[in-house]
């Protein structure tokens, strides 16, 4: 290439600076922890819970929601899964909603949660998160804050009513799940047919605050809930931990290849799990 003429060097580097800043600004990552999200890839709960309501289901309507947790660094199982789910919902019964229980990202980095959201944006019905302890590192809870949302909120669908919850106590400097949250939210809970309690870690796991457990485990009893959702165990468990009548359901991690599928007929509430 032969030596440019100084005008055109300046013209060069101009067009150089101009590309940059212009057109490629959203190509560079300029820190790991940065917050830089598309306009569609931010509010996603609330966009979804406006889909959940633009369903006009009725208390008569059978309600059925999928279950998935934990599908960090597993992107291949979570693609798998949400074609599984797509399949079932298409072919087998519609499914409503799907909730993943957390646990979106290993570091809780930005990149991460694009990765997972550019697969989860392929589900065919609506689709809620909720934060996990892995999604709090670095500043991850900036990134869900920004990408899904506030981690604490409410619905209601078809007669029935979601809390979800951070339950990640490790991750924190002051005492989670709020439980002055959890105490008002299922205050509204005698007003439906079920309430479903939905968070990432189970309040009978050793990374829940054990100050709380007494009385996160007196609300689920006294508020009578259905079913007390929850991942972070890897592994799928379903029992009464607490042996007073309460039920508390856990998925199993995506990387096992299997979801939960829960159906609501009034006030009849069954699960089934489902493998891909």
């Known amino acids: 290439m032969p030596p440019l003429l100084p005008y055109r060097k300046w013209l060069f580097w101009l067009s150089c600076w101009f590309l940059l800043v212009s057109g490629g600004c ?13 306009e569609e890839q931010r509010n996603l709960n609330k966009k979804n819970l406006d889909r959940i309501a633009a369903l006009k289901l009725q208390p008569q309507d059978t309600l059925r929601f999928a279950v998935l947790s934990d599908n960090q660094r597993y992107y291949d199982e979570l693609e798998d899964a949400v074609k599984a789910i797509n399949n079932y919902s298409r072919t087998t019964h519609r499914i409503d909603f799907t909730i993943n229980c957390g646990d979106l990202t290993d570091f809780g980095l930005q990149e991460e ?59 924190f400097d002051y005492p989670v799940p709020d439980m002055d949250y959890m105490r008002q939210a299922l205050v509204r809970s005698s007003e439906y047919q079920n309430t479903f309690v939905v968070s990432h870690v189970p309040p009978f796991d050793a990374d829940f605050d054990k100050d709380l ?34 039920y508390y359901l856990v998925a199993d991690t995506i990387q096992n290849r299997n ?15 489902i493998k891909f």
Request: proline fraction near 4%; charge should be neutral.
């Open 26 to 38: 959203e190509k560079f990552d300029f820190s790991p922890y940065q917050v830089h999200l598309k």
């Open 113 to 171: 949660y694009r990765w997972q959201v550019a697969r989860t944006n392929k589900f065919t019905m609506p689709y809620l998160a909720v934060i996990g302890n892995h999604d709090c590192v670095a500043n991850g809870v900036k990134i869900y804050e920004a990408m899904y949302g506030p981690m604490d909120f409410t619905f209601e669908i078809a007669g029935n009513y979601f809390v979800f919850l951070n339950t990640n106590s490790l991750e």
């Open 213 to 246: 457990t007494p009385e996160f485990a007196r609300l689920i009893r006294t508020h009578q809930v259905a079913y007390s959702i929850h991942g972070h165990q890897h592994s799928f468990r379903f029992g009464q931990p607490f042996n007073d009548g309460q």
């Open 259 to 273: 979801f939960i599928v829960v159906t609501v007929i009034g006030e009849k509430v069954s699960f089934e799990r």
